[in-house]
C-alpha cells in the first residue's frame, strides 16, 4: 500500500537522537531551547515555545489568550477535531464558520457575514483559530482586518503549514495573528513522533504559553510572589499542565528542519505532477491562492460526481482494494456525534458538507518516488475510468 503520508527518517535523524540518549538530558536540557530557536528563526518569530503536540498548544495558546467559560471560539468545521477541541477544553462554547469552495479554508465572506449577525446579537467571538488546510495560508490579511474590526484573537493552527510562506513571509511570523500552532506529527511535513509548537511575537504570551506547559511554577525570582527560599525554590503561580516536549523529540525535529524547505519544494514538485496528470479527468485538483506558497502537506483532488459514474465510496474503495492508501481530510466537525449532542446538525456549513462528499486525500510526502506516483496516477485514471 502506498500510504497517503508519511515520515522520512534518515541516519542524521538517528544520529541526533542517539547522542541525546547519550547525554545527561533526556528532557528539560539544552535540545529544547535549541529546537525553539531554530523554529523562531525559520518562521520569523520572536519566541516559540515547544510542546507534546499540536494540542497541547491550541489549548495552552486558547488559555494564553484567556478563553475561559462563556467566551465564543469559532474555526472552519473541515479540519481535525483538535482545532476546536481546544476551545471546549476551557469550557468556551465552539462554532464554525464555513469553508471558501475554492481554498477548503475558513470562507473571509462567510466570516465576515457571521460576525456583523454576531454583533448585532451580542455573540461575537472572543478567539477564532482559522487552519492553514492542506498547508495552504488562510486569507489572513483579511482575517486580522476582521479581528481589529470586531475584536477577536486570532490563532493560527498551522499544523499543515510548516515551511508555507503568504504574501512573502513564513507562515508562523504571526504578521496576523497572536499565536501561530504547529504539529510534527509522523504524518506532518516534520516530525517529532509527537509534538507541536506555538509561536508567537508577544514576551507576555510567550511567557504564559511556557507556564501552561509546566505546571504554572516559576524559577526565575523576579517571577515569584515574595523572595525566593533558595537555589531549591520554585513557585506554582498559575495552573499548568505538563505538555513538555522531551529533548529526545526536539534532536529529532532539529535534524529533520534542515531538510523542511527541501521537504516542501519536493511535494510542489509532486503536486506539479500530479495537476498535469489529472487534467481533463472528473476531479477538481487543487487550487492554489496567488498569495500563499502552500506547505503542501495534503494533496486533496475534489470528485466531479456529477459526470462520474461511480459514487465517491466506491472510488475510495477501489483505490484502497488497489494498493493506493488513500485518505479523507476530514469528516466536518460538526458532524461529529459529540458536537451533534452539542446541538450542530447536518446542512449548517454547507460548502463543508459538499467538501466532505466529494474529496479524496492521494499520496503526497517527500519519500513518495516518481515510480510511485506514476502508479498512483494509472490507477487513479483507471478506477474513475471504470
Ligand atoms: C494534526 C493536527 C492537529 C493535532 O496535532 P497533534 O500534534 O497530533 O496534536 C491539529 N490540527 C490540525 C489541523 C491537524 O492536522
Known amino acids: 500500500m502506498i500510504p497517503y503520508g508519511r515520515q522520512d527518517i534518515r541516519q542524521a535523524d538517528i544520529d541526533a537522537v ?18 525553539e530557536a531554530a ?4 518562521s520569523g518569530a520572536q519566541h516559540a515555545v515547544a510542546m507534546n503536540s499540536a494540542t497541547s498548544a491550541l489549548h495552552a495558546a486558547c488559555l494564553a489568550l484567556g478563553v475561559g467559560a462563556g467566551d ?6 473541515v479540519t481535525f477535531v483538535a482545532s476546536a477541541n481546544c476551545a471546549l477544553y476551557c469550557g468556551a462554547q465552539v462554532d464554525f464558520v464555513d469553508i471558501d ?25 472572543k478567539l477564532v483559530i482559522p487552519v492553514h488546510l492542506c498547508g495552504q495560508p488562510c486569507e489572513m490579511e483579511s482575517i486580522a482586518a476582521l479581528g481589529k474590526r470586531y475584536g477577536f484573537k486570532i490563532v493560527e493552527d498551522a499544523s499543515h ?11 508562523g511570523d504571526c504578521r496576523y495573528s497572536d499565536i501561530t500552532v504547529f504539529s510534527f506529527h509522523p504524518v506532518k ?4 513522533a509527537e509534538g507541536g509548537l506555538a509561536t508567537t511575537n508577544d514576551p507576555a504570551l510567550a511567557h504564559r504559553l511556557q507556564l501552561l506547559r ?6 526565575d525570582p523576579s517571577r515569584m510572589v515574595g523572595e525566593s527560599h533558595g537555589a531549591w525554590y520554585y513557585q506554582q503561580v498559575a495552573l499548568g499542565f ?13 535534524s529533520q528542519l534542515q531538510r523542511l524547505d527541501e521537504y516542501v519544494a519536493r511535494r510542489h514538485e509532486l503536486a506539479r505532477a500530479y495537476d498535469e496528470s489529472f487534467a481533463g479527468l472528473p476531479l477538481t485538483t487543487p487550487w492554489q491562492h496567488p498569495d500563499s506558497y502552500s506547505g503542501l502537506h495534503l494533496y486533496v483532488v475534489r470528485l466531479r460526481l456529477d459526470v462520474l459514474r461511480r459514487t465517491h465510496r466506491e472510488v475510495f474503495d477501489a483505490l484502497r482494494a488497489r494498493g493506493i492508501g488513500v485518505n479523507l481530510h476530514y469528516i466536518p466537525v460538526h458532524t461529529q456525534p459529540y458536537y451533534r449532542a452539542l446541538g450542530f446538525r447536518d446542512g449548517q456549513f454547507p460548502e463543508a458538507e459538499r467538501y466532505y462528499a466529494e474529496a479524496i486525500s492521494l499520496p503526497m510526502y517527500a519519500t513518495l518516488s516518481d515510480e510511485q506516483q506514476a502508479q498512483v496516477v494509472q490507477v487513479v485514471r483507471e478506477v474513475l475510468a471504470g
Open 18 to 35: 542517539v547522542a541525546v540518549l547519550r547525554s545527561d538530558f533526556l528532557t528539560q536540557g539544552p535540545t529544547v531551547p535549541a529546537f
Open 39 to 42: 523554529l523562531a528563526a525559520k
Open 72 to 77: 465564543r471560539v469559532w474555526t472552519s468545521p
Open 101 to 125: 469552495p475554492r481554498t477548503y479554508n475558513m470562507s473571509v465572506a462567510a466570516l465576515a457575514t457571521k460576525l456583523a449577525r454576531a454583533e448585532v446579537a451580542g455573540a461575537l467571538p
Open 161 to 171: 503549514a510548516v515551511g508555507a510562506r503568504y504574501r512573502g513571509g513564513p507562515v
Open 189 to 192: 511535513i516534520i516530525t517529532t
Open 214 to 219: 509546566s505546571h504554572g511554577i516559576v524559577r
Open 242 to 254: 505538563n505538555y513538555r516536549m522531551t529533548d529526545v523529540q526536539a534532536a529529532l525535529g532539529l
